[in-house]
């Protein structure tokens, strides 16, 4: 088992930006590629952006490249994303979770564990 706390989130003015962090316990972390995910009211849930075990690979969506980097201290057992540029179609409830072996994956079923999300507000 492993478990997975979210944090970080909050209210902030379009433009601006925050960093979420997820730590993660239980089974050893570097075991796991790392995944964020959001979702929006109305909406599925959406990959956001991938890392490998390792840290030196990692994959995002389109509408977030060049504005959001997610990255991981396994030596911490924690997940970052970095949100820089914040839009207001950025307001979701996002969501760590991890995929067991060690390659990232864009889908949410291929992910074996999750957070409780934490919520990110972007005002206009």
């Known amino acids: 088992q492993v478990q997975l706390v979210e944090s970080g989130g909050g209210l902030v003015q379009a433009g601006g930006s925050l960093r979420l962090s997820c730590a993660a316990s239980g089974r050893t972390f570097s075991g796991y590629a790392m995944g964020w995910f959001r979702q929006a009211p109305g909406k599925e849930r959406e990959f956001v952006a991938s890392?490998?075990?390792?840290?030196?690979?990692?994959l995002y969506v389109d509408s977030v490249k060049g504005r959001f980097t997610i990255s991981r201290d396994n030596a911490k057992n924690t997940v970052y994303l970095q949100m820089n540029s914040l839009k207001p179609e950025d307001t979701a409830v996002y969501y760590c979770?991890?995929?067991?072996?060690?390659?990232?994956?864009?889908?949410?079923?291929?992910?074996?564990?999750w957070g409780q999300g934490t919520q990110v507000t972007v005002s206009s």
């Open positions: 979770a991890a995929r067991s072996g060690t390659y990232y994956n864009t889908v949410p079923g291929e992910y074996d564990y």
């Open positions: 890392i490998i075990w390792s840290g030196a690979m990692t």
